[in-house]
Structures are given as C-alpha cells and as structure tokens.
C-alpha cells in the first residue's frame, strides 16, 4: 500500500548549521509533497511544498528536492535558529487522492545555540 | 481569516462511549479531511468529506465514521469508544479545486483520552 519512510527519526544540530531530513515514498502516481512543522503543542503548519513537475523549491532558508525516479524527496535547512526545534513532517499525496495525505512518520529536530 | 478551529479541545471518555467531534473550516474552503495523530502511528488519515460525500477513506474500523454539512463544517464520530482510540484528532481544510491538490490548513485538534 501508500507509503513514506522518513529518516532520521531525530537530529540534533548546531545554531548555524545546516539540517536535511529524507523521505522516500512508494506510490509513483503520487505528485505532490508538502512538508509540515510541529511545535510542542501546537497545529501541524505548512513550510514549503513541492509537485512532480519541479525538481527543486526554495524558500529563504529552506529549500526541498523531490527525484522522482528514485522516488526520494528531501528538506534542507539553512542557518539553522533554536526557533527551527519541533517535528518536521513529509507528507505525499495524488491527484484523484487530493485530500489524502500519507505522512511520514516525523523528525525531531533539535537546534543547540 | 480566521482559521480552522476544532471543538471540544479536549475530552475524557471511558471504553465503550462513543463521541462527536466538530471542526469548522476555513471560510470558503469545501474540502475538510481528518487525521489521527499518536506517538506510536504518528498522523493518520481517516476520511477526506468534499460537497458532503466521503471523497476518501484510510485504514480504519467502521466505528469511525463522519460527516459534512451543507455550509462545509464537518463532524467525526467513534463510537464503542477503545483504549487505542486515544490520540490527538486533527481536522485539516483545504479550497479542493479540481484537478489538484491544495495547501490543507489544519486545526489546533481535539485531543481524546479514553480512560
């Protein structure tokens, strides 16, 4: 069935250094991947999102990858700020599935000043 | 404007209730899906309600079921109410226009704890 693995579960950075968390998804029709942070507490906010036909999306300090060959997209964090600490989710979804969303299972993130 | 907004926040049921959860969506949005989100499963989807019909549906037992109103609020319910059934409920809202997929925009929760 729909899947998407999400890895590392946890990461821990420094203030300023940069952050990459990975998702691989199973469904080859799936063309659009949002990702989604969660502080302590709070709602599920979108970040940045991205669909099949671009290969690359950026936003100031945040930027994500889809290859859809290999079936991989990925977020990176620039700069990284102690504000940027919460729980970072992929997500993956279809076309004539456009309300669904299959979420990876979260990462983390933990910035040290 | 205003965003979505989930009612009760929170909620202490014991095994065998059931209950309703409500979660208005953002103005003019038609599209309202719902997520369970546990430590252990992580966010979930359950059901996707556009023009009130279920437009999808996840991996879960028949005691979940839902609905959508006329002015696009919609409803959940679990009833026989489990153990398991303890999470953090989460509404999301998005415009749904044909052919795509939208930002969907989510609500702060309810959070179930069946006791």
């Known amino acids: 069935g729909e899947n998407v693995e999400q890895h590392p579960s946890t990461l821990s950075v420094q203030e300023g250094d940069s952050a990459v968390i990975k998702c691989t998804y199973s469904?080859?029709?799936?063309?659009?991947f949002p990702w989604y942070k969660q502080e302590l507490g709070k709602r599920p906010q979108l970040i940045i999102d991205?669909?099949?036909?671009?290969g690359e999306k950026k936003d100031q300090r945040i930027a994500v990858t889809l290859n859809k060959t290999a079936k991989h997209f990925s977020l990176h964090i620039t700069e990284t700020q102690p504000e940027d600490s919460a729980v970072y989710f992929c997500?993956?979804?279809?076309?004539?599935?456009?309300?669904?969303?299959?979420f990876g299972q979260g990462t983390e993130l933990s910035v040290k000043p | 404007k205003a965003g979505v907004t989930q009612t009760p926040r929170y909620l202490i049921k014991t095994r065998g209730q059931q209950v309703t959860l409500s979660c208005s969506p953002i103005?003019?949005?038609?599209?309202v899906s719902w997520y369970q989100q546990t430590p252990g499963q992580g966010l979930q989807f359950l059901f996707e309600?556009?023009?009130?019909?279920?437009?999808n549906k996840g991996n879960f037992p028949g005691r979940f079921s839902g609905r959508q109103f006329s002015n696009s609020r919609s409803e959940m319910n679990v009833s026989t109410l489990e153990l398991g059934d303890s999470a953090l409920y989460l509404c999301?809202?998005?415009?749904?226009?044909?052919?795509?997929?939208?930002?969907?925009?989510f609500g702060p929760g309810t959070r179930l704890l069946v006791l």
């Open positions: 997500a993956a979804s279809k076309s004539n599935q456009g309300g669904k969303l299959i």
């Open positions: 309600y556009f023009s009130e019909t279920q437009r």
């Open positions: 103005s003019g949005h038609r599209s």
């Open positions: 999301a809202s998005s415009l749904r226009l044909a052919g795509g997929q939208e930002t969907q925009y």
């Open positions: 469904d080859s029709a799936s063309n659009y």
């Open positions: 991205i669909r099949s036909n671009v």
